[in-house]
Structures are given as C-alpha cells and as structure tokens.
C-alpha cells in the first residue's frame, strides 16, 4: 500500500508538472479538530475546524471550518450534506474568502489482509470572493488502517492517497483536470472512548495556476472526538 501511495504521488507529479512549469515546495503543519456523532439514531453529523501553518511553518496559510449532516444508511455506508467556509490570508492584502457545499458518501470497503478498507467521494461546489465562477471539484479518498497489534485497536498503521478533479474552469483560477493528489502515512492512536488521534507526513501535490507545480510537506495532526 506503501508502494502504492509514492507511486501515484509520483504519477500525479509527473501529469500535473509539464517540462516547461517551474515547482514550489513549502514545509507545513496542520491541524484538525474534528467532533462526529449522532444527532438522533441514524442522522449524524461532523463539524471540524482546521488551521493550516505554511511558508516554512511561521504563518497561517488556510483556515478551514467545516461542518454537515448524514444519513447513515447501514453500518458501512453514509451520505452527507455539507457547508465549509475558507480564509486564505494575502498579506499586504485582502483576505480570500470561499465557500463550498459538497454532498460525501463513506463506505467501508472491506477487511483485507486483517486491516480495513474505506472510502470517500466528495462532490463539492465552490465559489470565490477573487472571482464570480462556480467551480466543481470531485474528489475521491482510499484509506487503509491496520493494527500493529493482532486484535487490537490501540495503535494502527495508517495511509490513504486523495485524488482531486477539477470539473470546470473558473474565472478564478481552475482549469479543468487534475487538481491535487494528497498522500498521507502515519498512525492512528486509539483514545478513551472512540475517539482517534493521527499523526504522520502528508504529501500534497497541487497543479497550480500556469502550469506550475506546488510540493507540500506536511506534519499533519488529526483529532477525532467521536461520540
């Protein structure tokens, strides 16, 4: 699965870095606090909020709030309706502002080789403060966990890869294709209750406006309190 998270990272630079582009690579940290429950029997939500520290790790680069509601339909399948809005500091300037609704459907896929196998679809719609398009985004997530421990949840090995397609081109920036491809290994630390906390490295390859390439290397930190 290793092998397979670098190889499509690779992939991904190679299709969204031409041999003329030039590419960018930054250090960051990011943080994400998430709470997910249900609101009464099968009709959950989720509400996270998620800084982002770029630029070699001394300022805020993004800063995410998110939050929506599902249905969950069985044991392995939910659907969701969701809001976010995003603040992207300019400095010397004024502040990015987008929006985005999405709908997201989670499945659990399987239990191969004594882990567990999931996914997540996201549709989003976006809209910019820098511009009047809608852009549409679909991004799709593989994730696999695995204990370390036979029969055990304490500490699980974790890594999943996050392709992002851009739909349209918007007045804003999009060009239509390949948006990012995020890459993550690391860990899952089973806390009191059903809460998780992961930690590990997370590789961001983003195909930015011009055809250039932007690399990001970052720590990421992810709270779950689940209730």
Not at 71 to 89: N, R
Not at 95 to 124: C, H, M, Y
Not at 181 to 204: D, H, M
Request: net charge neutral; charged share 25%; with cysteine.
């Amino acid at each position: 699965m290793r092998r397979l998270i670098l190889s499509l990272s690779a992939l991904a630079f190679c299709l969204g870095a031409p041999a003329h582009a030039e590419t960018s690579q930054d250090e960051q940290f990011w943080l994400n606090l998430t709470s997910i429950g249900s609101i009464k029997d099968d009709l959950v939500y989720f509400a996270e909020i998620q800084p982002r520290v770029g630029d070699g790790i001394s300022r805020i680069d993004q800063a995410l709030f998110r939050g929506a509601m599902g249905w969950k339909f069985s044991p392995s399948v939910t659907l969701y309706q969701g809001f976010a809005h995003i603040v992207v500091p300019v400095e010397s300037g004024k502040d990015v502002n987008e929006e985005r609704s999405f709908q997201q459907i989670n499945w659990t896929l399987g239990k191969p080789w004594a882990g567990k196998l999931s996914s997540r679809t996201r549709l989003e719609q976006r809209w910019r403060s820098d511009g009047d398009d809608m852009g549409w985004r679909l991004r799709e997530m593989l994730r696999y966990e695995k204990p370390l421990k036979p029969g055990s949840d304490a500490l699980n090995a974790l890594v999943y890869a996050e392709g992002f397609i851009a739909l349209n081109d918007t007045d804003w920036g999009v060009r239509g294709g390949f948006d990012q491809l995020r890459s993550f290994i690391g860990a899952e630390v089973g806390l009191p209750g059903a809460s998780t906390l992961e930690v590990g490295y997370l590789n961001q390859v983003i195909n930015e406006r011009g055809g250039d390439t932007r690399v990001n290397h970052v720590a990421s930190v992810t709270l779950f309190f689940r209730h």
